[in-house]
């Protein structure tokens, strides 16, 4: 996934007048049906990870919702951005994680399960949690409509997952024939979603230069290490400590962009935080679950091969 995006961000950068013609109004119904191919692939046993591990599903809700969002504040205020690129880039802190976190927590062989609870869980309370403080941390600068962030939320992320869970559920012989469809369809709605939002601000991200992308590089970063510190600090496993440092430093990114342009109208580079932040997080989560790989979270490094060292990541 990650070369495709940075190949289709790197094109809609410098030549945009090829991408002109995708339109920023798709993002919400593209990044919904990426919503539901999540749904699609949730079974019940996702959510029992809930009532059988809470210590870590809370520690790793917690984590999401207080690193990420302080982190955005105090970078946009170190750097000076101004109100469009501090609500975007406030809005990738309070946004969930997204299913690329299950996906490299694998590779790093990580616990997947912990991590697919943790993306569960947060997604289903976004709808309260990311507009609450979204409006807390930009109260004072820029207006936020609590109720259009919360109806967006509940449209683009809650409806289609929950149709998708139904689906599967229900529909499950017919669904499976889908899910090996998901992947491909799922990197073609964010490349879609990338390219739109760039190619509109091409100039402006060029003119922004270096500081958005160390704003957005340094978050990223600093959410891996501060997951990875809260593992250590809560004595997880090796795997739960790798998925933790994951689910905290990747974001549900596209869904930024998408609450941007529906909550933002008029602040238009407040897209643009997400896309970068959907570019760099999947070169980092490859480069991350590389060097996971061989390390088994105890200081040790170990064989690659798929094996985990924790049975919990059997779903």
């Not at 919503?35 to 210590?55: A, H, N, S, V, W």
């Not at 709605?189 to 509109?200: D, F, K, L, P």
Request: hydrophobic share 55%; charged share 10%.
């Amino acid at each position: 996934m990650g070369p495709v995006i940075v190949l289709v961000a790197g094109s809609a950068l410098f030549c945009p007048g090829a991408f002109l013609w995708l339109q920023t109004a798709w993002i919400a119904p593209l990044l919904m049906l990426v919503m539901f191919g999540m749904g699609l692939t949730l079974k019940t046993e996702d959510f029992r990870i809930l009532f059988l591990r809470p210590k870590d599903i809370i520690a790793g809700c917690l984590a999401q919702f207080t690193v990420m969002p302080l982190l955005a504040y105090g970078l946009g205020c170190l750097f000076q951005l101004d109100d469009a690129l501090m609500a975007g880039v406030i809005l990738v802190g309070t946004c969930p994680g997204g299913t690329a976190s299950n996906v490299i927590t694998y590779l790093a062989k990580g616990d997947v399960a912990l991590s697919v609870g943790i993306t569960s869980i947060n997604t289903l309370i976004a709808p309260l949690l990311t507009p609450f403080i979204t409006w807390l941390l930009l109260r004072t600068s820029v207006t936020v409509d609590f109720m259009t962030l919360f109806l967006s939320i509940l449209q683009i992320v809650v409806l289609p997952v929950t149709l998708g869970y139904l689906a599967n559920r229900w529909f499950g012989n017919q669904t499976q024939r889908l899910i090996g469809l998901l992947p491909g369809v799922s990197v073609t709605a964010i490349a879609v979603i990338v390219a739109a939002v760039v190619a509109h601000n091409a100039q402006k991200i060029l003119d922004t230069g270096i500081i958005l992308f160390a704003v957005v590089i340094l978050h990223n970063l600093l959410g891996y290490a501060c997951g990875y510190g809260v593992g250590r600090l809560l004595q997880m496993t090796g795997p739960r400590t790798k998925a933790l440092t994951i689910e905290i430093g990747m974001q549900n990114s596209g869904l930024a962009s998408s609450l941007a342009n529906l909550a933002f109208p008029n602040l238009a580079m407040a897209t643009v935080p997400g896309a970068l932040f959907s570019v760099w997080h999947n070169i980092s989560g490859a480069l991350l679950a590389g060097l996971f790989r061989k390390w088994d979270g105890q200081g040790k490094i170990t064989a690659d091969n798929h094996q985990s060292g924790d049975s919990s990541n059997e779903r």
